[in-house]
T-cell receptor, first 111, second 114 residues
Framework: DGGITQSPKYLFRKEGQNVTLSCEQN?????MYWYRQDPGQGLRLIYY???????QKGDIAEGYSVSREKKESFPLTVTSAQKNPTAFYLC??????????FGSGTRLTVV | AQSVSQHNHHVILSEAASLELGCNYS??????LFWYVQYPGQHLQLLLK??????LVKGIKGFEAEFIKSKFSFNLRKPSVQWSDTAEYFC????????????FGRGTSLIVHP
């Protein structure tokens, strides 16, 4: 079955550490997105990519980085510069905006 | 500024009650509109979407939404809710012809008491 796989499901980060969240899709979608979900704030866009080797900052890109070396993969790195990284991170993909498929999310906690 | 507004942040209903969740968007051009649902512990799932045509859109699980262009609204409705409808509901819009980036509202938490 086609879909989006996010891993790991839970991730713990120490202060000052960089961590990378994985997002893989086998839907042949061109566009991929990373969102951060916090209670009462909905989904906020971190980064998006519409084609391989190209990506754009979203509304809250500071402290995050991404790469898009393959169509299927769009990993997100949460760097030590992100001051409040504890959140639920969602990856999504779409083909020309005709509906968006979401992964099951990664819950990141700073310890 | 938030381009998608969901006015009800928390809604509590009893089973069999009718549901209407408000969603307003601000973009004056052509928009695609979506409603997503997130059941506890699960990922976001598409309930329904509107691109063009009949403004009354029917989705899964008995949900429907009406696009009213003059009011910039896309409210979600269900005539009779069930306990299993307890979830968080998100309205979203994207703009065809451009980047198609979806913008989400802040969500509405629905609790249905049995």
């Amino acid at each position: 079955d086609g879909g989006i796989t996010q891993s790991p499901k839970y991730l713990f980060r120490k202060e000052g550490q960089n961590v990378t969240l994985s997002c893989e899709q086998n839907l042949n979608h061109d566009a991929m997105y990373w969102y951060r979900q916090d209670p009462g704030q909905g989904l906020r866009l971190i980064y998006y990519s519409q084609i391989v080797n190209d990506f754009q900052k979203g509304d809250i890109a500071e402290g995050y980085s991404v790469s898009r070396e393959k169509k299927e993969s769009f990993p997100l790195t949460v760097t030590s510069a992100q001051k409040n990284p504890t959140a639920f991170y969602l990856c999504a993909s779409s083909k020309q905006g005709y509906g968006y498929t979401f992964g099951s999310g990664t819950r990141l906690t700073v310890v | 500024a938030q381009s998608v507004s969901q006015h009800n942040h928390h809604v509590i209903l009893s089973e069999a009650a009718s549901l209407e969740l408000g969603c307003n968007y601000s973009y004056g051009g052509t928009v695609n509109l979506f409603w997503y649902v997130q059941y506890p512990g699960q990922h976001l799932q598409l309930l329904l979407k509107y691109f063009s045509g009949d403004p009354l859109v029917k989705g899964i699980k008995g949900f429907e939404a009406e696009f009213i262009k003059s009011k910039f609204s896309f409210n979600l409705r269900k005539p009779s809710v069930q306990w299993s409808d307890t979830a968080e509901y998100f309205c979203a819009e994207s703009r065809p012809g451009g980047s198609y980036i979806p913008t989400f509202g802040r969500g509405t938490s629905l609790i249905v008491h049995p």
